[in-house]
C-alpha cells in the first residue's frame, strides 16, 4: 500500500526546534520580547499599523467584537460558508449571524448579496478570504455605508487583493493553527488601525491590565497594576512566538510551494467531467492557497471521500455550513442560501502542504482520477 498522504502537515525543521529551545532556555516562556518581535514582523509584512498577537483567532474574533461593543439586538452579516468559530463568538456575544449567500466558483461572500441583508441592527460585516482568496473587499465597503468591516483572514496570510496585503484596510483576524500556511501550533494575530480600539483590545487580551506582566516582572519594576476593565486571557506565549517569527521568515517559500501544487491540481484535474475546480477572482490578487477545495458533481460525496482513504489519501470539508448547525437551527430559524447548500453537499479539500513533493501530487491526482475519470 502506498503511504498515507494528509491533507494537511506543518511545515517545520530544526530552526524552529532551534528557537523554541532557546526560548525554553531563556527563563521567561510566556508573552514577552518574543511575541513583541512578532507582532512587530507581522505588522510589516502585513503594512498595518498595529498587529496584536494571541492565543487562537478565536480569540481575536471575540475581542474585535468586544471592542465595537456587538451585542444584544444587533446583527452581524457573515456568509454560512466558513468555520463554526466566527458564528459561534456572535452568537455567544448576543448578537444574531445573518447569512450571506456565495459565489460557486469561488466560495466568496457576494456583495450584492451582503446589501440586500443590511438593516439599522446590522453593526459588522465579516467576510472570509475563503481559501486564501481574497473576498471583494472594494464592492464590500461600497455596501456596507460605514457598517465595519471585519476581515476573517484565518486563510489568507500571503493573500494579496489589489496590490495591498489582506488586512491593512480593515481590522484583520489570522489563524496559525497548524494547517493554516504558517503555525505557532496555536496562536492568532489581529491587526487594525483605529489605535484607540487596538488599545482597548490590547488590555482586553490580559485582564485589563495596562503593563506587560514581562515587564512588571523585570529588575526594579514596580509589580503593581490597575484594571479599568475587566479583559481575558488570550496572550500568546514566547515558545509560540518564537515558532511564528521563523515561519514568517518561511512564509513566501511556503506559499510558493503552495501555490506550485495547486497549479498542478488546476492543470491535470481540469478535463475531469463532474469535478469542478475552485475558480479565481475576476479582479487582481495574489492567492495563499490555504485550500483546495474541489466540488464533487458525478457522485455522492461520501463515496469520493471513501475511494479517497481506500487509496490512502486525506482529505478535508471546509466547511459544513453554518446555518444548517444544530443550534444555529433552533435559535434563528432556517434560511435559504441556494449555493451555500449546493456547494455545501459536494466541496472537498484535497491534500495541500508545503512538503507535498512532486510524486505525492501527482498521485493524488492519478487517485482523483481513477475515481472519477
Ligand atoms: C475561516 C476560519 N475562521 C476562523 C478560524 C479560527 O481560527 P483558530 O483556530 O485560530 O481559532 C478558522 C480556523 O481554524 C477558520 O478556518
Redesign the pocket.
Known sequence: MDEFIPMSRPFLDNEEIEAVTEVLKSGWITSGPKAKAFEEAFARYVDAPYALALS????G?HLILKAYDIGAGDEVITPSM??A??INQIVLAGARPVFADIEYDTLLVRPEKIEKLITRKTRAIIP?H?AGAPADLDAIRDVAGGIPIIE?A??AIGTYYHGKHIGAKNPA?F???P??NITTA???MLTGYDEELMQRIRLLRFHGIERDAWKRYGKASDPGYDITEPGYKYNITDIQAALGIVQMKKLQDINQRRARIAHHYLDQLSDIMGLDLPGMPPYEHLHAWHLFVVKVNSMERRNFMEALAENNVGYGL??PACHRLDYVQRLFGKTDLPVTEDTAAKIISLPLYPGMNDSQTQRVINVVRGILG
Open positions: 487562537s483567532g478565536t480569540a474574533m466558513t468555520f468559530s466566527t472570509v475563503f476573517d484565518a486563510h483576524v489563524s496559525f493553527h494547517i493554516k496555536e496562536g492568532g471546509h466547511f
